[in-house]
Structures are given as C-alpha cells and as structure tokens.
C-alpha cells in the first residue's frame, strides 16, 4: 500500500509539472482526490486491511493528501498569477498610441444664417416666437386678410391636408400665423421675429422647393411709423452685409401689409456696381415688409386707432443663398459631405 501511495503521490507532482492551466489542474484534481480518485479508491481498500493494521495505513494516507493537496494549492496559485498576468499583457493600454480620428461635424448653412438673423434681431430686444407648422385657414389666411379668392389659397399653391366647407387644415404656406397667434394673446407692445418651415405646392428645381425657411418679425406699439420700419431693416441689412451695405424700399402689395414694400440690400458681391449675382443691377431683394394692416390688428383684437406696427418677413433659404453664392436651392438639401464640409 506504501508503494500504491508513493506511486500516486509521484504521479500526481510528475503531472502537476507538466500542466500549465487551470482546467488541466481541475481534472487533476478530480482524477486523484475526486469521488471515483485514486486516493479515494486506496481508502475504499481500508476495509479489506487487518484492524490493527487501520490506524496506520489511515495515517499514510492521511499524509499522501495533504501531500497532494499541498502540491496542487502551490500549483493552483502559480497558475492564477499567469493568467492574471497574462490579462494584464492582454488588456494593457498604450496611452502613447495617437487616437482615433474623430470628424468634426459643422452647423448646416441655413442653420448658420438663421441664427445669425436671430442673433441681430435679439440684440435689438426682439422675443423669438414659434407656431404651428400644420394650421387651420383661418390662422394662415383669413386672420391676415387674404380673401377666399386669393391665387395664394389655390390648391395648386397650397397643401390641403382636409377639405371640409370651413377651416380647413392646411400645412402653413407662411409663418404669419405665427403672428396672428401672438397678437391674439399678447396685448402691446409686441416685438417678436418666427423662424420656421414653411409649404408650397412647388415642384424642387432650382429656384423652388416645396419646403423652405422664413423669418418674420412683427412691431406693434403706439405710433410705430414706416421710418422705423426703414430704419430698423437698414440696420439689419449693415449687421447682416457689412457696415457699408444700404437699403431702399419699393412699392409692393401685400393683403396683410398697408402700405407695403419690398426691399432690396445693395449687392454684397459687387457693392452696387452690379455684378452677375444682381444681374447688373447693383441691388439683391431681399425680402417684403409693410405696415400692418389695420385689419389684421382689429381681426387680432387689437385697436387699430391706438395701435400700429410694421411686419416684414425673409427667407432664410434665400438669404443664405446669396449669403454663401450658393446658386440652386435643391444643393443644401442633398446632404453631400463635399458640400456641406466647406461650412466648417
Ligand atoms: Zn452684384
């Protein structure tokens, strides 16, 4: 039984050298201590030795496990050194190792114009107003005076989401209603610009889209005069252009502005002396102004012999345009990298 146990415990250490990870190591384990193990089965053999024989085979065989259990622990913590090790290498972090790229993205073109137009009319105290892109008639016509009649509410110009005998829902084809929402809950004095999307039944070429951007801005206090109008798009036109950049007024129509203009900025291009951008003629249009019309201000529960105010209105797509020299609207809608890459 001396040789049994000195052949096992010699195994055992002789297969102990040679592993070198931790499953290894447990089937060692289970094939010598395990409940079918080596050792296990030399116990199981006691019950065939002389009684007073017993205590001391049970004492070698005491000593050939502690033996064996000893050399396994030793050789379990090695093993676990080497695979903590092992991990470490693995997941070792080389700080000196340049990063990976990463691109910067940029604001679109329009997103950069139209912030800058916020920026000049906040710092002129104007509040930035929002309202509903999908809105009944009545807020986007008939509250601003455009009569049923009117080219503007033809199906071919706007979409029509229902079609009922009244207050149909429409998707704006301006911001205005903006507008009228404020003046309906705001008494004066009132001082707001509405950036937002607008609709047009238009097929996209290169002049038109059926979805564009618009900045309006509506003044009403008392005494609110055309001067002021012209005044305050003259200083637009400089904080938008530059410093030498002037403005004139035209005679215009509009249902909702009495009297209304247009209004042009000289060319920034060519600084008036006309170039292919202004089509030789020195000056750019850049968007429709007037003075409200009474009839909106009273439509809006406003007292039109008390009050009066000046509207105008932009758009954003167009301004950039000419901001940029960008000479088809469909290109900043594309989404093409090479474009959009230079507003970096
Ligand atoms: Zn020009």
Not at 230 to 242: H, I, P, Q, R, S
């Amino acid at each position: 039984m001396q040789q049994t146990l000195k052949a096992i415990v010699d195994n055992c250490i002789k297969e102990l050298g040679t592993c070198n990870d931790l499953s290894a190591l447990n089937t060692i384990k289970v094939k010598v201590l395990g409940k079918n193990g080596e050792l296990t089965q030399v116990l199981r053999g006691m019950k065939d030795i002389a009684p007073d024989e017993r205590p001391k085979a049970g004492k070698l065989i005491n000593e050939a496990r502690e033996q064996i259990e000893k050399e396994i622990d030793q050789k379990e913590n090695v093993l676990n050194e080497l695979e903590l090790q092992k991990r470490l290498e693995n997941e070792r972090v080389d700080i000196t190792l340049p990063s990976a790229k990463v691109s910067h993205g940029a604001l679109h073109p329009q997103t950069i114009v139209r912030n800058k137009i916020i920026d000049i009319f906040t710092s002129m105290g104007y509040s930035v107003e929002d309202g509903p892109e999908i809105e009944t008639e009545y807020y986007n016509f008939e509250a601003l005076n455009i009569p049923d009649d009117h080219p503007s509410k033809d199906m071919q110009d706007t979409f029509f989401i229902t079609d009922s005998m009244r207050y149909n829902i429409i998707l704006r084809s301006q911001t205005s209603n903006t507008q009228i929402r404020v003046m309906e809950k705001t008494k004066p004095p009132i001082k707001m610009i509405n950036p937002g999307r607008v609709y047009r039944c238009d097929d996209i070429d290169a002049t038109h889209s059926p979805m564009f951007h618009q900045i309006e801005g509506l003044v009403v206090d008392k005494g609110i005069n055309m001067s002021d109008l012209n005044g305050t798009l003259g200083a637009f036109v400089k904080e938008l252009f530059g410093s030498k950049a002037r403005t004139r007024l035209r005679p215009s129509f509009f249902p909702f502005t009495e009297p209304s203009v247009e209004a042009d900025a000289t060319c920034p291009f060519c600084d008036n002396k006309g170039c292919r951008v202004c089509k030789g003629t020195g000056w750019i249009e850049i968007l429709g102004a007037g003075m409200v019309n009474p009839k909106v201000l009273t439509n809006c529960g406003i007292d039109s012999d008390v009050f009066t105010g000046f509207a105008f209105g932009m758009g954003v797509d167009r301004i950039t345009n000419i901001f940029y020299g960008i000479t088809d609207c469909r290109i900043p809608f594309e989404n093409d990298i090479r474009f959009l890459k230079q507003f970096r």
